[in-house]
């Protein structure tokens, strides 16, 4: 019987060839080709008329989301998405999945031979069963990567976060988990706003919920999630029904325009059911305002530095003395949708 021939496409050269390592140790399956972008997969789809495509979810130019589409409406097949951001019950992951993906499979975060080893039999048996029809777009007949996750309703609570360059990485992580009923939630950026928009540019395909930069007088509303990251224009939110983002021009607030303390400060005053969270960021802009959040009865919580990252805002938590919960970034996603989930 003939080997399953993949079609390996994912913008970095290294992860291309530790796919194709993997592939090509998997037995019955074998790499026909690679590409680094949505322009030469096309034309390799066309050339090699491979049975499985495995896709990352970000590259540049066209999105690893937005060439899935074309795909399945030009040239159904199967479709494994690769990803560290698609883990099993993600938003981004169950997205993939409604636009005709048979599987989302993380992309392994290590290397060593007992990983690569298991990966080699998961991935392999994978493509296998894609290949025979076992699995489905959608993800039917079989472990589709999201089918297990829990029921989420929003409760109404308003999300609040803050970060600088060294958490913008978690912040995609916890957008990655939402689904089109996440919480209605801003996510303020101490940052430079190119590198923002890199972090965040694919994903503005790839989640289920509303995704867009902070407007004056947009509403808080459950499935929304707004970025604020223009420094010219602090954001507030005002009480009303529903909540809005007011952007008002005022001068810098601790040194930082956009501020978290403001942010956090007005969402206390509000007086509506919140929940605030500090990632990881230089500085102490939101810390005194996460205090002031906690005070009025929110929830709160803090990301753990992880080694070599800045310590500044966690250490400036702590010696406040806010009662807050210490979160490991993987932890933050699941803390933040069990702490709003209304059907829990």
Known sequence: MANVRVLVVDDSAAMRALFCDILDNAKGVAVCGTARNADEARSQLEALKPDVLTLDVEMPGMSGMEFLEEVMATRPMPVIMLSSIT????????????????????????????EFDATVR??????LKAASGELQPGGEGGDDGAGGAAKY?????????????????????????YDAGCPPTIVLFDADPAAVENAVRAMRHS????????????SLEPGKVWLAHDPSRHVIIEAGEPPRLRLIDREEVNGCRPSADLLFGSLARTGLPALGGLLTGSGTDGVRGLG???????R??????????????????????????????????DWILEATNAAA
């Open 153 to 177: 309703r929003s409760d109404g609570r308003i999300v609040a976060l803050a970060c600088g360059a060294a958490g913008i990485e978690t912040a995609r992580q916890v957008l990655a988990a």
């Open 300 to 333: 709160v919580f803090h990301q753990r530095p992880a080694d070599y990252s800045p310590r500044d805002r966690y250490d400036a938590v702590r010696a406040q003395g806010t009662e807050l919960a210490d979160l490991r970034q993987e932890a933050i996603p």
């Open 122 to 127: 998961q991935l392999g048996d994978i493509v």
């Open 292 to 298: 002031i959040l906690a005070s009025a009865g929110a």
């Open 207 to 218: 989640l289920p919920c509303q995704l867009g930069d902070a407007v004056d007088g947009v």
């Open 87 to 114: 883990q099993a019950g993600t938003g981004t992951a169950r997205r993939a999945l409604e636009l005709g993906a048979v599987h989302c499979f993380p992309k392994p975060l290590h290397t060593s031979r007992e």
